[in-house]
């Protein structure tokens, strides 16, 4: 073979390996910008996750403080309903004291006499009360509020006033001779009766639908 000829083949192999590299270098750009095509898109994805996580942080950070808040001023709102209560109660109190001193708590110690051996349920009853109120609560008097006893609660009773003494600003106890029911009518635990139910309701109102 003469040189022309060895030439012709070393021209056709780089010929060959042009056209080789050529195509190498046209699929390497092809896939180069399918990378890159990829890696943007998967940038722009991360973004708008880490945008959208952001403002799902921010918002649930933003629902937190203002629930605080809402819960902080209804903790003040109450507190400041508590010291009305406790106010309004301890004038009660006042006012339920001297009641004890006026000629109309006669009539208001029998109707929680009354009241009283209802809720125990008749029978044979005693009655405690005050040392200052025994002279209020003769035989007659005591024969009088049973039959008005044995009314409502529908069985035969009979009271007695105990000789035992109550520490209390007004009011009595009723309880059945054996002791095992009773009915606690002194001023003291109505009052604390009627606190309770009015904090539970000032709450109820004050925290409804708080979250």
Same mark, same amino acid.
């Given at each position: 073979?003469?040189?022309?000829?060895?030439?012709?083949?070393?021209?056709?192999?780089?010929?060959?390996?042009?056209?080789?590299?050529?195509?190498?270098?046209?699929?390497?750009?092809?896939? /180069?910008?399918?990378?890159?095509?990829?890696?943007? !898109?998967?940038?722009?994805? @991360? !973004? %708008?996750?880490?945008?959208?996580?952001?403002? %799902?942080? /921010?918002?649930?950070? &933003?629902? &937190?403080?203002?629930?605080?808040? !809402?819960?902080?001023?209804?903790?003040?709102?109450?507190?400041? !309903?508590?010291?009305?209560?406790?106010?309004?109660?301890?004038?009660?109190?006042?006012?339920?004291?001297?009641?004890? $001193?006026?000629? @109309?708590?006669?009539?208001?110690?029998?109707?929680?006499?009354?009241?009283?051996?209802?809720?125990?349920?008749?029978?044979?009853?005693?009655?405690?009360?005050?040392?200052? $109120?025994?002279?209020?609560?003769?035989?007659?008097?005591?024969?009088?509020?049973?039959?008005?006893?044995?009314?409502?609660?529908?069985?035969?009773?009979?009271?007695?006033?105990?000789?035992?003494?109550?520490?209390?600003?007004?009011?009595?106890?009723?309880?059945?001779?054996?002791?095992?029911?009773?009915?606690?009518?002194?001023?003291?635990?109505?009052?604390? &009766?009627? &606190?309770?139910?009015?904090?539970?309701?000032? /709450?109820?109102?004050?925290?409804?639908?708080?979250?």
């Amino acid at each position: 073979m003469g040189s022309e000829g060895a030439d012709k083949i070393v021209q056709e192999i780089v010929r060959v390996a042009d056209v080789q590299v050529t195509e190498i270098l046209q699929e390497a750009r092809i896939d /180069a910008e399918a990378i890159r095509r990829d890696a943007e !898109k998967k940038a722009e994805s @991360e !973004k %708008q996750a880490i945008l959208v996580k952001g403002q %799902q942080l /921010a918002e649930r950070e &933003r629902q &937190r403080v203002l629930a605080d808040a !809402k819960i902080r001023v209804k903790r003040e709102i109450f507190d400041v !309903k508590e010291d009305l209560i406790k106010e309004a109660f301890g004038e009660a109190e006042k006012r339920l004291t001297r009641l004890a $001193d006026t000629p @109309e708590y006669s009539d208001i110690l029998g109707k929680l006499i009354v009241e009283s051996g209802a809720v125990v349920g008749g029978g044979s009853l005693e009655v405690l009360a005050r040392e200052q $109120d025994k002279s209020l609560l003769p035989k007659d008097t005591l024969t009088g509020l049973s039959k008005k006893i044995s009314k409502t609660a529908k069985k035969k009773t009979t009271l007695s006033l105990s000789e035992k003494t109550i520490a209390t600003i007004g009011g009595v106890v009723v309880r059945s001779k054996d002791g095992t029911i009773e009915a606690d009518n002194t001023f003291e635990s109505r009052i604390s &009766r009627l &606190r309770s139910e009015l904090r539970f309701k000032v /709450a109820e109102i004050l925290f409804e639908g708080a979250s």
